[in-house]
């Protein structure tokens, strides 16, 4: 039998790939301290804030900020009857799994599917169901599947659905649309955090350090890594590209592609829940939520003042524009109410109460598409 | 690059006391066969990449450990090999399909040269068992003994294999088996 000396399909470009993962795991050798476990403080403090809840005058006063928490907008519909951008849907995580909702308020039970997200023009899912990732139609239809070791989170597509980036584990890994090639893009990730930069390849994600790394998911090379201080748990690009929104506990960092970072929004003590990119990328939609209450504010990407949209007593955990930029959808999950807030021609709020009934257990809004 | 023993074991030593170009060096040399062999053995690029890139990584963890008086090929293929098998018979297991929608993505390269298609695609038809033994006997060139080591197997099972594998690939191919 003649020696196989001739190369493997894709030897030489994997061996470059893989050379940059195993750099990354070489150089990372460094042990990152063990955090500590705050647990039984948590535990702890919950207990003493229930007892002076029950016993103390500013106690009584916080349980009647509770029930306007859980009472949410008057006048609410009790159903979702419709959204009110045309030919949209929304993805909702439930506890039973994801659903899909169409304009006509119709929707339908992916049933055991979590983590979902649209495929840039609507017309596939990628959505996790146990070890597997699959890419699957909002009938249920199932195209194509993958299993991984370890916990599979946070798939995304590329702006033109020929890649998608996913969790698996500790890994960072990227397939392609129509489920071959899959290859792991880096270890040196923080889990969850990732967006794909419209008109490429290039996925921003945040590596082990919490600094931003910029590579282009087809070449062994990293285009860029952003130093910051953010810690972000939230990745976003304008629909252009030119700009990088980092959300992190209480800041916005707004950095260019490469760096440097270009804008700054503080929140002080306030915790960012949850923000949103609008589709035009001027504006940046965003949930502060303090002790007892949360608002929505809006702040320009560029410049200029940033604005509270809407308070109200509790937790918002969510909010998204449509896809036309008209509207933001909250979600005010204290008060199991969904507001469609308008913003053009006139500010109009338009509510929608049991959405626990809706949706069944721990409704959450995942992605509303699509242009 | 020359590939010595020498070399390897200056490298090794470099990897261990912090040089990126040695490991870089190392990495390099054997990248290519242990890509092969993954390949070989499981007949799909992105597992390839996957099994011998874990393996990479698997000794860069065990790099401060690592006896540099031993080779480290042999060591790194026997991980090679037996997580392609293990992949191999647990990819049965693994409900994926593939159907080409959209129609996305451009077809993988097929392997490089006629030789090597014929070979890849009879190898494909043989069991992950007989392939491993295959591969390792004429790609990495390790002996039945070395193989049976690596393996975990008696050597009279290695060889058994090897001979009823041959055998098949020889029904397969139309070229003389040596």
């Known amino acids: ?371 | 690059m020359a590939g010595s023993r020498g070399d390897e074991r200056a490298w090794i030593r470099g990897a261990q006391s912090g040089s990126v170009p040695d490991l870089e060096a190392l990495f390099r040399h054997h990248w290519p066969r242990a890509y092969r062999a993954a390949y070989l053995v499981v007949h799909d690029s992105a597992a390839a990449e996957d099994i011998a890139q874990e393996a990479f990584l698997a000794a860069v963890r065990g790099l401060d450990r690592f006896d540099r008086r031993r080779p480290f090929g042999p060591w790194l293929h026997r991980i090679v090999v037996n997580r392609a098998i293990d992949w191999s018979r647990s990819r049965a297991l693994r409900r994926e399909s593939g159907d080409a929608w959209l129609g996305l993505v451009a077809a993988p390269a097929p392997p490089d040269g006629e030789h090597a298609q014929t070979l890849a695609a009879a190898l494909a038809d043989l069991s992950p068992e007989h392939r491993a033994v295959i591969v390792m006997r004429h790609l990495l060139e390790y002996t039945p003994g070395e193989i049976a080591e690596a393996l975990g197997l008696p050597r009279g099972t290695v060889n058994s294999r090897l001979r009823r594998g041959l055998d098949e690939l020889a029904d397969l191919l139309d070229e003389d088996l040596q």
């Open chain 1, 1 to 371: 039998m003649r020696r196989w000396d001739a190369p493997a399909p894709d030897e030489r470009v994997a061996g470059d790939r893989s050379w940059e993962v195993v750099r990354e795991a070489y150089e990372e050798r460094i042990r990152v301290p063990r955090k500590r476990d705050w647990r039984p403080v948590a535990i702890v403090a919950v207990a003493a804030a229930v007892v002076a809840a029950a016993v103390t005058p500013p106690g009584h006063a916080v349980l009647g900020s509770l029930r306007d928490a859980v009472r949410g907008e008057r006048n609410a519909s009790p159903a979702l009857v419709s959204l009110p951008t045309p030919h949209s849907r929304l993805l909702v995580k439930s506890a039973a799994g994801t659903w899909v909702v169409q304009s006509d308020g119709s929707k339908r039970l992916l049933r055991g599917y979590h983590d979902a997200s649209w495929s840039p023009h609507g017309i596939y899912i990628a959505a996790v169901r146990g070890h597997e990732l699959r890419a699957l139609e909002p009938n249920g239809a199932v195209h194509w599947s993958i299993g991984r070791k370890g916990t599979i989170r946070a798939p995304r597509w590329s702006f033109d659905g020929f890649r998608i980036a996913y969790f698996a584990g500790p890994t960072l890994r990227v397939i392609n649309g129509d489920g071959t090639q899959d290859r792991v893009l880096t270890r040196d990730a923080r889990a969850g955090v990732s967006a794909w930069q419209p008109a490429s390849h290039v996925l921003a994600y945040v590596n082990a350090a919490g600094n931003i790394v910029v590579r282009d998911a087809d070449r062994p090379t990293r285009l860029a890594v952003i130093r910051t201080r953010l810690a972000p748990r939230q990745l976003q690009w304008t629909t252009n590209g030119r700009l990088l929104v980092a959300v992190g506990s209480h800041t916005i960092g707004i950095f260019a592609p490469r760096g440097p970072q270009l804008r700054r929004i503080d929140t002080g003590a306030a915790t960012i829940a949850a923000s949103s990119v609008s589709p035009d990328g001027k504006s940046v939609a965003f949930i502060e939520a303090g002790p007892d209450q949360s608002s929505l504010q809006i702040t320009g990407t560029g410049a200029g003042p940033t604005r509270e949209i809407f308070k109200g007593v509790g937790i918002f955990s969510n909010v998204v524009w449509s896809p036309d930029g008209r509207v933001l959808l909250l979600d005010w999950s204290s008060a199991r109410q969904w507001l469609f807030i308008h913003s053009v021609p006139v500010k109009r709020i338009a509510a929608v109460s049991n959405i626990r009934a809706n949706f069944g257990k721990e409704p959450s809004l995942m992605g509303w598409c699509c242009p």
